[in-house]
């Protein structure tokens, strides 16, 4: 179980296309909020890589939009005020209940449905945006990047845990073999 589980990290910080241990570093800022997921949190971390991945956010960014989902009150909120300020029909009762990777994607889904522009938002607008709680360059990035398959890839890259573990263990070979022959 445990080399299944470095395995899926090592894929994970694969996926994240970064420096070797990124995904334990994500894993470990958002433990409390990954543990919720009980027996999925394994593959629920695997589908925020690939989010992470498609949006180029940190896992802890897309955390601090989606949680605003997880009470009725607190989603009936921020749907209401990205809904009046982007013309957008998210859904609270959509939300709530949901896991964080699938409110990303309906997020994504509502924000693209819109049409609205962030880009070319009026500064009183991203004022309303901000107030709200969530940074606007956070919805560009995820009403930009195509989330409708996440689930899928995040099994892929699960799959290919125990080869990327594989090629972990050789890089480690290759820079201990000289460290060996020096004792």
Same mark, same amino acid.
């Given at each position: 179980?445990?080399?299944?589980?470095?395995?899926?990290?090592?894929?994970?910080?694969?996926?994240?296309?970064?420096?070797?241990?990124?995904?334990?570093?994500?894993?470990?800022?958002?433990?409390? =909020? %990954?543990?919720?997921? +009980?027996?999925?949190?394994?593959?629920?971390?695997?589908? &925020? @890589?690939? $989010?992470? !991945?498609?949006? #180029?956010?940190?896992?802890?960014?897309?955390?601090?939009?989606?949680?605003?989902?997880?009470?009725?009150?607190?989603?009936?909120?921020?749907?209401?005020?990205?809904?009046?300020?982007?013309?957008?029909?998210?859904?609270?009762?959509?939300?709530?209940?949901?896991?964080?990777?699938?409110?990303?994607?309906?997020?994504?889904? =509502? %924000?693209?449905?819109? +049409?609205?522009?962030?880009?070319?938002?009026?500064?009183? &607008? @991203?004022? $309303?945006? !901000?107030?709200? #709680?969530?940074?606007?360059?956070?919805?560009?990035?995820?009403?930009?990047?195509?989330?409708?398959?996440?689930?899928?890839?995040?099994?892929?890259?699960?799959?290919?845990?125990?080869?990327?573990?594989?090629?972990?263990?050789?890089?480690?070979?290759?820079?201990?073999?000289?460290?060996?022959?020096?004792?």
């Amino acid at each position: 179980a445990l080399t299944d589980s470095l395995g899926d990290l090592a894929a994970i910080d694969k996926k994240l296309g970064s420096l070797r241990g990124t995904a334990l570093k994500e894993l470990s800022a958002n433990m409390q =909020r %990954l543990n919720q997921y +009980g027996p999925r949190s394994k593959q629920v971390l695997a589908e &925020l @890589a690939v $989010v992470a !991945e498609k949006t #180029g956010l940190s896992m802890g960014k897309i955390l601090d939009v989606t949680s605003q989902f997880d009470t009725f009150e607190g989603a009936a909120g921020l749907a209401q005020k990205l809904n009046v300020a982007l013309g957008t029909s998210i859904s609270s009762l959509e939300l709530v209940g949901k896991t964080d990777v699938e409110r990303a994607q309906i997020i994504s889904k =509502r %924000l693209k449905e819109s +049409g609205a522009d962030l880009n070319n938002i009026s500064p009183q &607008l @991203a004022r $309303v945006i !901000e107030a709200a #709680g969530v940074d606007l360059s956070t919805l560009r990035r995820m009403a930009n990047a195509d989330l409708s398959q996440i689930q899928q890839e995040a099994v892929d890259m699960s799959k290919d845990h125990t080869k990327v573990l594989a090629e972990a263990a050789a890089e480690s070979k290759d820079v201990l073999d000289p460290l060996a022959q020096i004792s």
